[in-house]
């Protein structure tokens, strides 16, 4: 079971530019969540989606969109890249109903993103 | 959700029991008590959780105080792959995973 699967797990962009990181997730899990994480400010929550086709913002949400065309997938993209956005990507995913599990959050390895 | 406060950092001896402190006075009758940790440039992990009762897993040990104001996570044979960033988040069930707010967390070293 792969679990949570993020990718690239890192890149070089250049300010401007159009990035989509990609998570992918294999165990049908509802919910699913973009977190960045910067030295001395932990991890913030970007955008979540609750069940495909609906997407809520989160703490940190501007500059930054989402989709959930269905269950597995949650891209998020930068749509024009600037330096503030260099940080560390971190997809999850729960079953936030509590049906299988109690709701725990499981984290993909990270997107390490630099913006010059 | 209510808020925790942990020490910034711990030191633990390799072999001996770690025992993490969080606090989390405000905390309502709905909310569990969850654990994470993160390991060095790893995504975080899931430790353990628990609402009232005193929980173990072959992870660790969830010790909850009687009027649920605080907990203390332990590791009982600390080991040097444990050292890492401890995360006590509490949430409630009912409510969606973008009510998982990350403090700063307790950096545990466990020094050989």
């Known amino acids: 079971i792969a679990g949570i699967t993020q990718a690239p797990t890192s890149q070089i962009l250049a300010a401007g530019r159009r990035m989509t990181l990609r998570c992918t997730q294999d165990m049908r899990h509802n919910a699913m969540y973009w977190y960045r994480q910067d030295l001395g400010l932990g991890l913030r929550l970007i955008h979540y989606s609750n069940t495909a086709g609906t997407t809520g913002k989160g703490e940190v949400p501007d500059g930054y969109s989402v989709s959930r065309a269905n269950t597995d997938d949650f891209p998020l993209t930068l749509a024009s890249a600037v330096p503030s956005q260099t940080s560390v990507y971190f997809c999850a995913s729960s079953d936030s109903r509590g049906r299988r599990g109690h709701g725990e959050l499981f984290f993909g390895e990270g997107s390490r993103l630099t913006v010059l | 959700d209510a808020k925790t406060t942990q020490p910034t950092s711990m030191d633990c001896a390799e072999g001996r029991a770690a025992n993490l402190p969080c606090n989390h006075s405000?905390?309502?009758?709905?909310?569990?008590v969850y654990w994470y940790r993160q390991i060095h440039s790893q995504g975080p992990q899931y430790i353990i959780h628990g609402l009232k009762n005193n929980e173990t897993n072959e992870m660790a040990s969830l010790i909850i105080t009687e009027d649920r104001k605080s907990s203390t996570l332990i590791l009982p044979h600390a080991t040097l792959r444990d050292t890492a960033v401890y995360y006590c988040?509490?949430?409630?069930?009912?409510?969606?995973?973008?009510?998982?707010?990350f403090g700063p967390g307790t950096r545990l070293s466990v020094l050989p």
């Open positions: 405000t905390i309502s009758g709905n909310e569990y």
């Open positions: 988040i509490v949430r409630s069930r009912d409510n969606y995973g973008q009510n998982f707010v």
